[in-house]
């Protein structure tokens, strides 16, 4: 079973602070890479997508890919109390074209 | 912008009841993706669908049935409903890979569905 972990929190980072969240995977062969945030009630909605290694920026959110090690990361800067959320890591399924395995979610709290 | 919707936001049923779930999106992506969301266990999939007319099983198709007859609509089936189907159901959307490689595009998702059952 092709698994996807995260921690689940709760992260409780401070207004302003750095808040930064991982995910690993267990798919080796994995390509595509995704971070949702669910807020209470509600759907998943995108954040970012990442398919290479390193680093890719929008806006204050930052998504961090390493295939070596089956790592991806999220940094949120200028964390805001409307972050508070629950983040969901997704890895693409190999061998099953456009399947998605979802990890459980990190709960992020921004406190003032 | 890409829109899914799905057709009731709660939904309370009885026992053995046959319940349906629609789902449709406007942007005329080839696959289709029906999940549950339960608290501890994240999204499971349950069923899938490449095109019209195709579906796949997803990790838990136990209990379920699909149908896509048209493009844009694709219909999550409870043929007697449990108590142990009580959840939010998600809908979502993506266009077919676009790459030549195994890369996957992104997921869009409807609001959800919170099927209750008595």
């Known amino acids: 079973q092709k698994e996807v972990e995260q921690n689940s929190g709760p992260l409780s980072v401070p207004e302003g602070a750095i808040a930064s969240l991982n995910c690993t995977y267990s798919?080796?062969?994995?390509?595509?890479f995704f971070w949702y945030r669910q807020y209470s009630g509600k759907s998943p909605e995108l954040i970012m997508s990442?398919?290479?290694?390193g680093d890719k920026e929008d806006g204050r959110f930052t998504a961090q890919l390493n295939k070596a090690s089956q790592y991806v990361s999220l940094l949120i800067r200028d964390s805001q109390p409307s972050d508070s959320a629950t983040y969901l890591c997704?890895?693409?399924?190999?061998?099953?074209?456009?399947?998605?395995?979802f990890g459980t979610g990190t709960r992020l709290q921004v406190t003032l | 912008d890409v829109k899914v919707t799905q057709s009731s936001r709660y939904l309370v049923k009885r026992t053995g009841e046959k319940v349906f779930l629609e789902c449709v999106q406007d942007?005329?992506?080839?696959?289709m993706f029906w999940y549950r969301q339960d608290p501890g266990l994240g999204l499971r999939l349950i069923y899938f669908?490449?095109?019209?007319?195709?579906?796949e099983k997803g990790d838990i198709p136990e209990g379920y049935s699909v149908s896509r007859e048209k493009k844009e609509r694709f219909s999550l089936i409870l043929e007697s409903a449990s108590t142990n189907q009580t959840s939010m159901y998600l809908c979502?959307?993506?266009?077919?890979?676009?790459?030549?490689?195994?890369?996957?595009?992104?997921?869009?998702f409807g609001p959800g569905t919170r099927l209750t059952v008595l």
């Open positions: 979502a959307s993506s266009p077919p890979s676009f790459r030549a490689t195994t890369y996957t595009d992104t997921q869009y």
């Open positions: 798919d080796r062969g994995s390509q595509s």
């Open positions: 990442i398919y290479s290694n």
């Open positions: 997704a890895a693409e399924s190999t061998g099953t074209a456009s399947k998605l395995t």
């Open positions: 942007m005329d992506h080839e696959n």
């Open positions: 669908s490449y095109d019209v007319k195709m579906k």
